[in-house]
């Protein structure tokens, strides 16, 4: 494996431009078959891992306005 720098750029942008030339009902194709990849690895993650996996709640931040000094 070599380590171009410039070839990874270039193909990473010929990637992203075949993405931003396809249309709206592909695009939304792929966002489902991604969803249904993330919740199959999950679904496995959580098996393998078993049902003593200990999770917390993300934090929810606000905005103090009273506290901002802007």
Sequence with gaps: MTFDLLRILASKRAFRQALAT???????????ELRARTLTLRAAREAAHGSSLLRE??????????????
Aim: no cysteine; charged share 35%.
């Design 22 to 32: 396809r249309n709206i009902v592909e695009k939304l194709a792929m966002l489902d």
């Design 57 to 70: 709640d993300p934090e929810t931040y606000r905005l103090d306005t009273k506290s901002n000094p802007s």
